[in-house]
């Protein structure tokens, strides 16, 4: 099994990388699909909920690169996401406090992809990354 440490290690270096692709490649109907998921996301009743529309924004944001290698690179960390070991550390640590934080940061990072402003989109999904690891791991 990927541990969850590694997954998080990558993805602070994968995630900022798809940024370029995403504010070049992007559609409406890209940013209309990530606002729908920070939309649901925003109104879930419950961690489980919160987390499948937290997953289909992390698929839409794969998908508006338009880049299927990205794409498969980001099923994989999704996959990953869902292994039992992911999810018991979620279930510790995503207070609705941080379920509030994080969908704050969410909408940070989509803010400045349909801005189209690669340098602002970098800087809060690397903040968020750093945040979630915090969070998971205590460092």
Excluded at 63 to 70: E, I, K, L, T, V
Excluded at 107 to 125: E, S
Aim: aromatic fraction near 6%.
């Amino acid at each position: 099994n990927i541990s969850p440490a590694e997954v998080m290690e990558a993805r602070l270096r994968i995630e900022p990388a798809i940024v370029e692709l995403i504010v070049t490649n992007a559609t409406a109907a890209d940013f209309a699909r990530m606002e729908s998921c920070l939309e649901k996301a925003e109104q879930a009743a419950g961690l489980d909920e919160f987390e499948l529309w937290d997953a289909a924004l992390h698929q839409a944001m794969a998908g508006a690169s338009h880049n299927r290698f990205m794409m498969r690179i980001l099923d994989s960390v999704t996959a990953v996401r869902q292994q039992s070991e992911w999810g018991k550390l979620k279930d510790r640590i995503v207070t609705p406090e941080r379920r509030l934080v994080y969908q704050q940061e969410h909408r940070a990072i989509v803010t400045a992809l349909k801005d189209r402003d690669d340098a602002r989109a970098k800087a809060a999904i690397v903040a968020h990354l750093q945040h979630a690891r915090r969070n998971l791991f205590g460092d």
